[in-house]
């Protein structure tokens, strides 16, 4: 079973940028397609990016398109969310997810972060 643990999160103004983390304990880390979700405070959490296996396939939500970028690492078992021109809405905790599919709902990953909230000030 993977393990998964976020860092980067943390406060900052809009406008500006943050870089997500996601080292996963798994040596076949290789093998699982990876994702980004979030959530906001009293919402349901909602997908945000997600990134096949090499890497060379990637797709992303309509609210983060042109802003956010999901890459992975995978000699280093290590998924990114590059996070530019940041909004307030964009404020939420911020999970990684690991599956043996490409998806965009939550129930399509079986493995998932503890998170990092995320916070944007105006």
């Known amino acids: 079973q993977v393990q998964l643990v976020e860092s980067g999160g943390g406060l900052v103004q809009a406008g500006g940028s943050l870089r997500l983390s996601c080292a996963a304990s798994?040596?076949?880390?290789?093998?699982?397609?990876m994702a980004w979700f979030r959530q906001a405070p009293g919402k349901e959490r909602e997908f945000v990016a997600r990134?096949?296996?090499?890497?060379?396939?990637?797709y992303y939500a309509d609210s983060v398109k042109g802003r956010f970028t999901i890459s992975r690492d995978n000699a280093k078992n290590t998924v990114y969310l590059q996070m530019n021109s940041l909004k307030p809405e964009d404020t939420a905790v911020y999970y990684c997810?690991?599956?043996?599919?490409?998806?965009?709902?939550?129930?399509?990953?079986?493995?998932w972060g503890q998170g990092t909230q995320v916070t944007v000030s105006s």
């Open positions: 997810a690991a599956g043996p599919r490409l998806s965009t709902v939550v129930v399509g990953y079986p493995y």
């Open positions: 798994e040596r076949t880390f290789s093998t699982y397609a």
């Open positions: 990134i096949s296996w090499t890497g060379g396939s990637t």
